[in-house]
């Protein structure tokens, strides 16, 4: 099993679609999430952190949960600026300063 | 401000050329990182640092050294360039162990 997994996609959905990506990580013990944004040949950006309470930052919206180990993104109203590859990103166990990022789930979204 | 910089943007090196990438950043973090993407395999961390001084090696090291004299700056070497080294770069930097902050990217080519 990979260490972070997400499916590649690509998700096409029409504007002002709700969408959701989830992602799988293997180790128990990772405790810092997040969720970064690349745009095509750019460098990612962070997206949102993801807390163990959950986060929301406008239209987009962050959960744990360590029971299953995954976390997901969920994307509302979706526009067309939304067309990126998201990338989730899990850190190894505190002290090693090591975050492992997934291969990233590709979003299209259709006028 | 200008972050995370990165020099150079382009390169192509032929099989056993020998190159510096140097990366920047003006926001007095701790922690640097490089890391290279490749097509599906997302990002993978090469060589990081926790301060001025120190580096250890990440995920994939073999075929690359580095060096951080100062605490902004961050060296990656290749000191015989391969084919499989064909890739782009990303230098990373934060202020702890949480949000990476990236460079624009090199674009490596090596014949």
């Given at each position: 099993r990979k260490e972070v997994e997400q499916d590649p996609g690509p998700f096409n959905v029409p504007e002002g679609a709700t969408v959701a990506f989830n992602c799988t990580y293997s180790n128990s013990a990772s405790q810092s999430f997040f969720w970064y944004r690349q745009d095509c040949r750019k460098e990612p950006k962070l997206l949102m952190s993801v807390y163990s309470s959950g986060n929301e930052d406008g239209r987009f919206t962050a959960q744990l949960n360590r029971a299953s180990q995954y976390i997901s993104l969920l994307i509302r109203d979706s526009k067309l600026s939304d067309s990126a590859t998201y990338l989730c990103v899990v850190n190894f166990p505190?002290?090693?300063?090591k975050y492992i990022f997934g291969t990233g789930t590709r979003l299209k979204v259709l006028a | 401000n200008a972050g995370v910089t990165q020099t150079p943007k382009f390169r192509v090196l032929k099989t056993g050329q020998s190159m510096t990438l140097l990366c920047a950043q003006d926001m007095n973090h701790e922690y640097m990182y490089w890391y290279r993407q490749d097509p599906g395999m997302g990002l993978r961390l090469i060589h990081y640092s926790v301060g001025?001084?120190?580096?250890?090696?990440?995920?994939?090291?073999?075929?690359?050294?580095?060096?951080r004299l100062k605490k902004q700056n961050f060296l990656l070497g290749l000191e015989s360039a391969a084919p499989s080294q064909t890739s782009v770069y990303f230098c990373a930097s934060s202020l702890q162990s949480d949000t990476q902050y990236f460079g624009p990217g090199t674009r490596l080519t090596v014949l």
């Open positions: 505190s002290g090693t300063y | 001025e001084g120190t580096t250890a090696k990440g995920e994939v090291p073999d075929g690359y050294n580095v060096s």
